[in-house]
Each structure stands twice: as C-alpha cells, then as structure tokens.
C-alpha cells in the first residue's frame, strides 16, 4: 500500500507520541509494582519515619500512580483522535466563524482560545478528582468548592491574557522578520520570559495567594543571620498563605536581579504537632534553597532554557514551510497557519529531542538537588541522622524507585542518599 507524504508524517507524529507514552507507562507500572513490595520503613529511615506514616506514604504513592496511569492513557487518546481526525483545522474554521477580525494573526489568536479552552474542559474531571478525591482521602486538600472554582477561572483568565498577545507578537515577527526570524524570535520569548519572571512573584503570584511579612522572632533572625552568613542578598521574608491550598509544605526564594526574596509556606512554619517543623529543620530546608543559590543553578538552567528555545525556533525556521506537516494535520493544500506549524514542530517534530532533553534535565536536576542538599549538610543545618522528613513522608515514589525508574523519572535525590550523603560527610 502506498502512503502519501502527509499521510506518512502523520503516522509518524502519532507512533512517536506512543513509543513515549507507552515507555512511560512501562516506567510506571515498574514503579507501581515495586511500591507495592515495599512494605516497611527502610532501617536507614527507622528512627525518623513510623511505620503508620511509611503506609500511608505507601498507599499514597500508589494511588497517585495509578491516576497518573489513567490520566496519561486518556489524555494519550484524545490527543490520538485530535490529531488524526484533524481537530485542529477544525478549530481554526470555527475561529474564522467567531473571530470579528479577518486576518492569520486575529484568528490564530482565537483558535488558541479555543484550542486552551477545550484543554481547560477535558482537564477539568483529573484536577476535580485529584484535588477532591485523591487528596481529601489523605488529608492534603484544603480547598474549598468556591476557591477552587474562583482560582481556576483565575488561571485560565491569566493565561489567556499572557499567552494569547505573546502568539500574537511572535506571528508578527515570523510574518516581518525575513529570513532570519527566528533570531528576533528567540530574542523577543527570552526577554518576555525574564519579564515574566521578574514580575510573577511579586505582581502575579499575590492575585492567587496571601503574602505577608515573617513576623519578628527567633525563626526570622534566624535566618537573616544565616543570608548574612552566606552573603546572599537578602531583602524581604515573606509567608504565603499555602494552607488554603494544600497541607504540603515547601520554601523558596525568587529575584534575578538585585536582592532576593524568601517566601516559607505556612504550613513549613506551623507547630510540628500540626505537621509543620521546628525551627532547626526549617533552617535545613532553607540552607538547602539557598544551595541552589550559591551553585547559581537558577542562572545555569536559564541559559539552559534559553539554548533550547534557540534551537526549537531554529528548527521551526528550517521546517515551518513544509507543506505535509500541514496536511497531517488536517489543513487542505496551501494553508500553512504560522502557529500552528510552530505547535506542530516543537510539539511533534521534535518529539524525539525533547523526550531526550527531557532525561537529561532530570539527571541535571538530581546532580543540582546532590549539591544542595550536600551544601546544607556543610553549613551543619541538617539534623546528623536524616534530612528532615516532614516534607517527604507523604511522597514515597524516590524512596522505593531503583535503577531505570530513578533514572529517567526522580529529578529530586531519594531521602535514603540524601541520609547517606550526610553520613558521609
């Protein structure tokens, strides 16, 4: 049988997606069925983990496997029909209908409304499931029915709002920029993302979340003595109002420029009879963000990130015009919509590229948690037998994933090496 050219790019754009998915659906059976042998506290973790806590990690862990399992099959499929059955042109007739303003830019604008709106809706059952169901069961959520609905409609406004002029500006550019668009291109996404990153912590993130000022105390003078200590310039501590959200607990610091930021969660700092830590165990998560900062690996992944957004716009340069590419999707013969052809080639095309990018991160991330995790162990901020566990109990899959599985899924080091990176030391 003879296949045409779109048929075959076609084909081939749907057999990658399912060599991917049907690896990572192999990973997680691997990982579902090891968790389900593991059965007791492992003796490094014995005098810091109960054995109630262990099971409840446990089950945890595999319930969440399993909605990943189901969640990642289903989404597989409906990308499989919308691809196949060319969704896509379809949404772009249904924006030339609606769109008051004729014109490539104007309707791609709004088949990418479209287009997230439907994602939007096909996403909504997993996040109600997963928030409601999975989470209630183990007493993680916190969200009521009101906050959930106000911070979804939210996110979906915001992200229209980002996502929809930014399409639009870059379509202008590809449209004006001759023959070395994707130069100005990559230029103009890295200065939106530094933009983006500059101002979402400060101007962004409140709209979602309450920030307020650390109180004085000792935790507070704590810490400012330790970024003394470091000389990491400090300006603001911060707690955000995370336990509206969820019981899980983290830290972080934001600014790429000048003095930083510390925000702790609420939930970090509450009484440990709550499930928060005591001040000695803050202090260790601290000393371990602030490691990434002082092996400027915020700055190392930005240029990592901007060398990859270089590469796919190059490769988007060299194949936008390629017609089969369009007529896999469904378009008929000479519409080649400029979004669409930018989806269908960092998207698809280059699949393969970042499924292997994607393997390399993780292994870079693990090597970056090692570092922090082993810089927070010299400054002497972590406990001598174990990290603290408070924000790792509840998530068991680092702590029972061996070989292939820690590989190519864990971007963060299992508690047990973390245990023996500080016996080492």
């Known amino acids: 049988m003879h296949l045409n050219e779109e048929t075959k790019v076609q084909y081939g754009i749907l057999a990658v997606m399912w060599l991917e998915f049907l690896w990572e659906f192999y990973l997680a059976i691997r990982q579902h069925r090891l968790c389900q042998k593991v059965t007791s506290v492992p003796k490094e973790l014995k005098n810091v983990m109960s054995q109630e806590t262990f099971d409840k990690a446990r089950l945890y ?15 597989t499929v409906l990308s499989s029909i919308i691809i196949y059955c060319g969704f ?9 209908e609606w769109c008051p303003i004729h014109g490539e830019i104007a309707q791609s604008c709004m088949w990418l409304l479209i287009l997230n709106s439907v994602s939007t809706l096909t996403g909504m059952p997993f996040n109600v499931y997963y928030t409601f169901i999975l989470e209630e069961k183990y007493g993680f959520n916190k969200q009521t029915v009101g906050f959930f609905i106000k911070d979804k409609i939210k996110s979906f406004v915001l992200s229209q709002v980002l996502s929809v002029p930014i399409s639009a500006f870059a379509i202008y550019i590809v449209q004006v920029g001759g023959d070395y668009f994707f130069v100005w291109l990559w230029l103009m996404v890295g200065i939106v993302v530094l933009i983006l990153l500059t101002i979402y912590p400060a101007y962004i ?3 979602f979340d309450k920030y307020t000022p650390l109180p004085e105390g000792e935790l507070r003078t704590s810490i400012e003595a330790l970024a003394s200590e470091l000389k990491f310039p400090l300006g603001q501590l ?36 709550s499930g928060g830590c005591n001040n000695e165990e803050v202090l260790a998560v601290l000393s371990h963000e602030l490691g990434h900062w002082k092996h400027g690996h915020v700055n190392k992944n930005l240029v990592i990130m901007q060398v990859n957004l270089f590469l796919m716009f190059a490769a988007f340069a060299m194949m936008f015009n390629y017609a089969p590419l369009y007529a896999a999707l469904g378009f008929p013969v000479g519409m080649r919509p400029i979004l669409i052809g930018l989806i269908a080639v960092v998207q698809f095309v280059m699949a393969p590229y970042n499924a292997l990018l994607s393997f390399l991160l ?21 406990p001598i037998k174990c990290p603290p566990t408070s924000l790792s ?13 820690r590989i190519c899924v864990c971007n963060h ?7 023996s990176v500080i016996l080492f030391n």
């Open 238 to 273: 911060y707690v955000v109002e995370g336990s509206k959200r969820s019981a899980h607990s983290n830290a972080y610091f934001y600014g790429l420029f000048g003095v930083k930021r510390i925000v702790l969660f609420d939930t970090l700092i509450a009484k440990p009879e």
């Open 393 to 405: 109990t509840v998530d068991l899959i680092t702590e029972t994933s061996v070989g292939m599985i």
């Open 205 to 207: 993130a409140p709209l």
């Open 362 to 382: 993780t292994m870079l991330s693990r090597y970056f948690e090692f570092q922090a995790d082993e810089f927070a162990v010299k400054l002497g901020k972590a």
């Open 88 to 96: 896509f042109h379809y949404f772009w007739v249904l924006a030339d």
């Open 413 to 419: 080091l299992p508690r047990l090496s973390i245990c």
């Open 61 to 75: 862990t595999l319930d969440k496997n399993s909605f990943s399992m189901i969640k990642d099959s289903i989404s």
